[in-house]
């Protein structure tokens, strides 16, 4: 059974998940992307491939350094479940490692729990979330995981506050330098930013996408619920932690809302969240057979996506 497989973290789940991972990439990119076969093309895919191994393990690191669940690999099961749903989230680079940089932002802006080094976690974690905001704007809104946290974990040294801005500064400059030594106008970068909204769907009305989505959106209103309802039990040094995942799936939600170019890669932001969210529910579900249902669903709906 699949369930009691993945109930315990063990070493041989992060092979098997490696392996499932590389085999949706490798199909995802032969077909649905246009991949020359010489050697840079491919060198490019095999690191690709590594943000997308390096952003399970980071996701593992996050979630068992800060007990977001208990030690089991349902987590990583279901962010790779997740992205198998929607193998659009292969292929958008920018938003892939975009995606990394904001589950490296996450690790730092948990771990202030600790209250340890905060004035470093706190510049790492606004630094990263430039970074990923370089490459997909919206995930800007994951800045507001930082004063979140500064409010949850009850930090009030104004010092700390402005630690922040001074990471986004650090990056502003940056790229302002690299900007100038190339000799690219700044203002025509500025332009270049699409930072619109877009509420138009239709680019998602596709059967494979509607189906993945409605069962992600099944799974997120069912397990949430759950979630909320449940924060009161935790500890209460864990109740900030939680609430920032909480935060994290609303605000991840919202980038799939008001996306501008919506292709299903946006979806990925949503991943880890509803990830920690989901496995904390099928953890106290008492029915094996239960579990089985939840995860079998998500194991044959890319397959049934196919076929439709």
């Given at each position: 059974?699949?369930?009691?497989f993945f109930?315990?973290?063990?070493p041989?789940h992060?092979a098997?998940?490696?392996?499932?991972?590389?085999?949706a990439f490798?199909?995802?990119?032969v077909?649905?992307a246009?991949?020359?076969?010489?050697?840079?093309?491919?060198?490019?895919?095999?690191?690709?491939?590594?943000?997308?191994?390096l952003?399970?393990?980071?996701?593992?690191?996050?979630?068992?350094?800060?007990?977001?669940?208990?030690?089991n690999?349902?987590?990583?099961?279901?962010?790779?479940?997740?992205m198998?749903?929607?193998?659009?989230?292969?292929?958008n680079?920018?938003?892939l490692i975009?995606?990394?940089?904001?589950?490296?932002?996450?690790?730092?802006?948990?771990s202030l729990?600790?209250?340890k080094?905060?004035?470093?976690?706190?510049?790492?974690?606004?630094?990263?979330?430039s970074?990923?905001?370089l490459?997909f704007?919206?995930?800007?809104l994951?800045?507001?995981?930082?004063?979140?946290?500064?409010?949850?974990?009850?930090?009030?040294?104004?010092?700390?506050?402005?630690?922040?801005l001074?990471?986004?500064?650090t990056?502003?400059?940056?790229?302002?330098s690299?900007?100038?030594?190339?000799?690219?106008d700044i203002?025509?970068?500025?332009a270049?930013?699409d930072?619109?909204?877009?509420?138009?769907?239709?680019?998602?009305?596709?059967?494979?996408?509607?189906?993945?989505?409605?069962i992600?959106?099944?799974?997120?209103?069912?397990?949430?619920?759950?979630?909320?309802r449940n924060?009161?039990?935790?500890?209460?040094?864990l109740?900030?932690?939680?609430?920032?995942?909480?935060i994290?799936?609303l605000?991840?939600?919202i980038?799939i809302?008001?996306s501008?170019?919506?292709?299903?890669?946006?979806?990925i932001f949503?991943?880890?969240?509803?990830?920690i969210v989901?496995?904390?529910y099928?953890e106290?579900?008492?029915?094996?057979?239960?579990k089985?249902?939840?995860?079998?669903?998500?194991?044959?709906?890319p397959?049934?996506?196919?076929?439709?």
């Amino acid at each position: 059974m699949i369930s009691s497989f993945f109930s315990k973290a063990k070493p041989i789940h992060f092979a098997v998940i490696s392996v499932i991972l590389l085999l949706a990439f490798t199909l995802a990119k032969v077909f649905m992307a246009n991949i020359s076969g010489n050697f840079v093309a491919i060198l490019k895919q095999l690191l690709l491939f590594g943000v997308v191994l390096l952003s399970v393990f980071v996701f593992d690191f996050v979630t068992s350094k800060n007990n977001l669940t208990k030690k089991n690999s349902y987590r990583i099961l279901f962010f790779t479940l997740f992205m198998i749903m929607i193998p659009q989230t292969f292929l958008n680079s920018s938003i892939l490692i975009a995606n990394l940089f904001v589950l490296l932002a996450l690790r730092r802006i948990i771990s202030l729990r600790s209250q340890k080094e905060m004035k470093k976690k706190l510049f790492d974690a606004a630094f990263w979330i430039s970074l990923a905001t370089l490459l997909f704007f919206w995930s800007s809104l994951f800045y507001v995981l930082i004063f979140a946290a500064l409010f949850l974990f009850r930090i009030t040294d104004i010092k700390n506050w402005i630690i922040p801005l001074i990471g986004v500064l650090t990056v502003a400059v940056i790229v302002a330098s690299v900007l100038i030594a190339t000799g690219y106008d700044i203002s025509n970068y500025v332009a270049s930013i699409d930072y619109t909204i877009s509420l138009d769907f239709t680019n998602l009305n596709s059967g494979q996408i509607i189906i993945a989505s409605t069962i992600i959106l099944s799974y997120f209103v069912w397990s949430l619920f759950y979630y909320v309802r449940n924060i009161k039990n935790k500890a209460k040094s864990l109740k900030p932690s939680y609430f920032l995942i909480l935060i994290a799936t609303l605000l991840a939600a919202i980038i799939i809302i008001i996306s501008p170019i919506k292709t299903g890669a946006e979806f990925i932001f949503l991943f880890a969240p509803l990830s920690i969210v989901l496995t904390n529910y099928i953890e106290v579900s008492s029915e094996k057979w239960f579990k089985e249902v939840l995860i079998w669903i998500l194991i044959i709906t890319p397959f049934v996506s196919l076929v439709l």
